[in-house]
């Protein structure tokens, strides 16, 4: 069965640093998402992508975010300058044209 | 701002038992309800929910939506030890032009004791 994979699994940074985490979503998938979920808390929506642009974003993706598709298969999301608070698990997600969104195992990040 | 609230927040009970989880949204443009199963990683999905009162089922779960009072519940009979997880609830946005933003719940986390 596909599955949405990620990597890397565990990415530890020090504040300030610039990260890229990786997904490749399910192949014929055309919306792609990314979410993260802070220690204890609920999962949150950060941004959707569809048809190589940005659809849709929470307050939490600021300039310090962006996303990229920069080839056929990979979804990146880039976190130019990282603070502490940004220490969190980063799922991808996709979808077809429908509600049904097919997460990845996530990329737990850690700034120290 | 769309709200998700999931009741109740943990739930213990013993193999064989049969449980129901709860949950309830305020939303202004309502499309569509999911239900996620939590593991060690990533939400699986369980069910997605549109209409009211049609029962979606997948072996010992079931699930049903009621849009009049904004709910949904899952229902899980003769829970095993497998069962136990975090039990997402997510609410789909029909904003902006993308296919759903998810908006989550804090999750019921289940433990189930043999």
């Known amino acids: 069965e596909p599955e949405v994979t990620q990597t890397p699994s565990h990415q530890v940074t020090q504040m300030g640093q610039e990260v890229i985490l990786r997904c490749v979503p399910i192949?014929?998938?055309?919306?792609f998402y990314w979410y993260r979920q802070i220690l204890g808390q609920k999962v949150e929506f950060l941004v959707s992508?569809?048809?190589?642009?940005?659809?849709?974003k929470s307050e939490i993706f600021d300039d310090q975010f962006s996303v990229e598709r920069p080839d056929g298969s990979n979804f990146t999301l880039k976190i130019r300058s990282t603070k502490l608070e940004d220490s969190a698990m980063y799922f991808c997600a996709s979808s077809v044209q429908t509600d049904t969104q097919y997460f990845g195992p996530g990329t737990r990040l850690t700034v120290l | 701002e769309d709200k998700v609230v999931q009741s109740p927040l943990s739930l213990v009970v013993h193999e064989g038992d049969t449980v129901t989880l709860n949950c309830s949204y305020e939303v202004t443009n309502f499309r569509s309800l999911l239900w996620y199963k939590q593991e060690k990683k990533a939400p699986t999905f369980l069910f997605m929910l549109t209409s009211s009162g049609i029962e979606k089922k997948s072996g010992r779960l079931s699930s049903i939506l009621d849009k009049k009072e904004l709910f949904s519940i899952l229902n899980i009979t003769a829970t095993q030890t497998g069962d136990s997880a975090i039990y997402l609830c997510a609410e789909v946005g029909a904003g902006g032009t993308s296919y759903g933003k998810l908006t989550f719940g804090q999750g019921t986390i289940l433990t189930v004791h043999p």
């Open positions: 992508f569809y048809n190589n642009e940005i659809s849709e």
């Open positions: 192949s014929n998938h055309l919306y």
